[in-house]
């Protein structure tokens, strides 16, 4: 009886060992991973939401890191519609990684397409204006508002001149030559601007494609005769 009785413990034990070590297999970080893909593939975005949540409590096994996760949490937080928090989570991920780092580069695509779908591109410029690093303004600087440029320095000529105005991004510029203040319906500039003696306040302002608008620069031009 005695034997019996140590035999069924032991069973039990076993049995609990194996149930412990499957529901532990059950919640390690890639399980969790994915079982979030597949219901995020069948469109319950929540519950792959809520899945990630639970890899991110579980502790790191190698298979995903903090970063990876919540990138994913930010993917299906945004397909769900919860733009606001998805671009939230994204700005968490660029703030814990590091330039070079692909979760790094993946945090600021999801950034560019969630304010894309918004059509938030003054927001969008504004987190890209804010970056410290060179290179991500020169990946997304068709998104940036960048001020034209005269070539030439306001002041006194002699002669005709054709004054070129410079600009940088995908956008128009629009300029006046009597001091109004440009506007899209002002002239539009494309190869130089002639200027003939006389005395001229030249203001021009770049609209890049996404119809955000840079300030205004203003210039005085007196152009003498030969």
């Keep these: 009886l005695k034997a019996s009785i140590l035999l069924l413990l032991f069973a039990v034990a076993l049995a609990a060992a194996f149930f412990g070590y499957r529901r532990k297999l059950s919640n390690t970080r890639a399980v969790l991973?994915?079982?979030s893909a597949a219901a995020a593939q069948e469109g319950s975005y929540a519950e792959a939401s809520r899945l990630i949540d639970r890899a991110l409590q579980s502790p790191e096994d190698g298979s995903f890191t903090d970063e990876q996760l919540y990138l994913k949490k930010a993917e299906y937080t945004?397909?769900?519609g919860d733009n606001d928090q998805a671009l939230?989570?994204?700005m968490r991920v660029v703030k814990n990684t590091r330039e070079g780092q692909p979760e790094f580069d993946e945090a600021w695509e999801r950034i560019v397409s969630i304010c894309s779908e918004e059509g938030e591109y003054g927001k969008l410029a504004t987190l890209l204006e804010g970056s410290e690093?060179?290179?991500?303004?020169?990946k997304y600087y068709n998104y940036l508002v960048y001020d034209p440029v005269f070539r030439d320095p306001p002041g006194t000529y002699k002669g005709e001149m054709?004054?070129?105005?410079e600009s940088q991004g995908v956008g128009t510029v629009f300029y006046t030559i009597d001091g109004e203040e440009?506007?899209?319906r002002s002239n539009l500039y494309t190869d130089g601007i002639r200027l003939r003696p006389g005395i001229y306040t030249v203001k021009a302002l770049f609209i890049?494609?996404?119809g955000l608008k840079?300030?205004?620069i203003t210039g005085t031009y007196q152009i003498l005769d030969d």
Excluded: F, G, M, W
Aim: neutral net charge; glycine residues 0%; without cysteine.
């Design 33 to 35: 991973a994915e079982k």
């Design 78 to 80: 945004q397909q769900a």
């Design 88 to 90: 939230s989570i994204a």
């Design 133 to 138: 690093l060179e290179s991500v303004k020169s």
């Design 162 to 165: 054709n004054l070129i105005i």
């Design 182 to 184: 440009p506007t899209d």
């Design 208 to 210: 890049n494609r996404y």
């Design 214 to 216: 840079s300030s205004i």
